[in-house]
């Protein structure tokens, strides 16, 4: 799914409705002209909710002529309902709009997101006693996930849903913890009937995951083989609140995010460590209340009069990264030019912390050898 506008839309706010829209005229619902035509229609719909919940189930998304056949006559003739010879099983397909035949005479859906929404439709009216847990337990599985926001779109309000996903998603590493900050977010935007309050959250989870994981890919900048290998401190977190903006970036999740932005800002902390995750967490959260997909500044520059998070070692070099990312040249320029000042004073410092790798700094941000310049 794509996290994108288009048309006056908010997606992923509002995929569910659109897929909803789009399978409809596909199946032939605009074409339906009296009860018959509905009940086939409808009749029509559920073959394909079915089938789409099979191929999920079974992690196999394209089945042989034969089995489609066997499949669907066997749901009909379970159900009571006449029989279909090989002229009206290609017809069915052919004039579907969703499946496609190779010249393999293999069958499938002609995007996996048509299986991702059909298998949430049947969950959510036919098989939640069966289903619902397994979309939390395989919540960090693209194509679960993917049917478990199309799942909340149907209802747009499911509280239990949220604190399940909270409590019982894997979160075992690093890629569980990334895998739950994509989800989350898309979660929070099909749930935009939800009150901000428990929208909130899936916020605090995500914050927490990405603090959770800064250790572990400071490992990552000193080895080889990783992405990561060799990065900057400063880019390492860039790099983070970028993934959790992504996400998040939704004009439905406004309230959501400065209710969440009031309750870090109402914290004090005793320690560092504690201090710098919270200031972390504020800037994540500002930066994306700045992105162009919601607008709204004066949170970031209500962090710049924060006194802990300006002395911050890195933490204004790392803003300013991330207002370069997000088209900086309308920022407050006065603010703009506080940021340059504070980066100015740390001039040596941000030399020395842009050259090395994140893994070389302690939670101190001192680097690790007797030659480190001190912030």
């Known amino acids: 799914m794509k996290c994108t506008h288009e048309n006056n839309y908010e997606i992923p706010a509002t995929i569910t409705d659109i897929?909803?829209?789009?399978?409809?005229?596909?199946?032939?619902?605009?074409?339906?002209?009296?009860?018959?035509?509905?009940?086939?229609?409808?009749i029509k719909r559920r073959l394909f909710t079915v089938l789409a919940l099979h191929m999920l189930d079974n992690n196999i998304y394209e089945i042989d002529l034969s089995f489609f056949k066997e499949f669907i006559n066997k749901f009909l003739i379970d159900r009571g309902y006449q029989l279909q010879n090989d002229d009206d099983i290609n017809d069915l397909i052919e004039k579907s709009g969703l499946l496609y035949q190779?010249?393999?005479?293999?069958?499938?859906?002609?995007?996996?997101?048509?299986?991702?929404?059909?298998?949430s439709v049947e969950i959510y009216h036919n098989q939640r006693d069966t289903h619902y847990k397994r979309l939390v337990e395989n919540f960090n599985d693209i194509n679960w996930q993917n049917t478990a926001i199309f799942y909340a779109g149907q209802s747009k309000e499911l509280v239990n849903m949220i604190d399940d996903v909270v409590e019982k998603a894997p979160n075992l590493d690093i890629k569980d913890r990334f895998m739950n900050v994509g989800g989350m977010g898309y979660l929070s935007q099909a749930l935009y009937q939800t009150k901000p309050k428990d929208r909130k959250k899936l916020v605090f989870k995500s914050l927490d995951n990405l603090m959770n994981s800064i250790n572990e890919i400071k490992e990552f900048t000193r080895d080889e083989?990783?992405?990561?290998?060799?990065?900057p401190y400063p880019l390492m977190l860039t790099i983070i609140s970028f993934w959790f903006t992504e996400n998040f970036k939704s004009i439905t999740l406004k309230q959501t995010l400065v209710d969440s932005f009031g309750d870090l800002e109402m914290?004090?902390?005793?320690?560092?460590?504690?201090?710098?995750?919270?200031?972390?967490?504020?800037?994540?959260?500002?930066?994306?209340?700045?992105?162009t997909y919601i607008a709204d500044e004066s949170y970031l520059l209500k962090l710049f009069d924060k006194p802990s998070f300006m002395k911050h070692p890195i933490l204004p070099l790392v803003a300013d990264m991330i207002i370069d990312l997000n088209n900086g040249t309308h920022l407050n320029p006065e603010y703009r030019r506080r940021i340059a000042k504070e980066i100015k004073k740390k001039r040596e410092y941000i030399k020395d912390v842009l050259k090395e790798p994140a893994y070389r700094y302690g939670e101190d941000f001192i680097r690790d050898d007797d030659y480190s310049i001190s912030p």
Do not use: C, H, P, R
């Not at 914290?267 to 800037?283: Q, V």
């Open 225 to 231: 083989k990783s992405l990561f290998y060799n990065m």
């Open 267 to 291: 914290l004090n902390f005793e320690s560092s460590k504690e201090s710098f995750e919270n200031d972390l967490k504020l800037l994540i959260i500002s930066s994306t209340l700045y992105n």
């Open 102 to 119: 190779d010249e393999n005479n293999m069958v499938g859906f002609k995007q996996i997101a048509f299986v991702e929404f059909l298998a």
């Open 19 to 42: 897929y909803t829209d789009f399978v409809a005229v596909l199946l032939g619902k605009l074409e339906v002209k009296d009860k018959n035509g509905l009940l086939l229609f409808n």
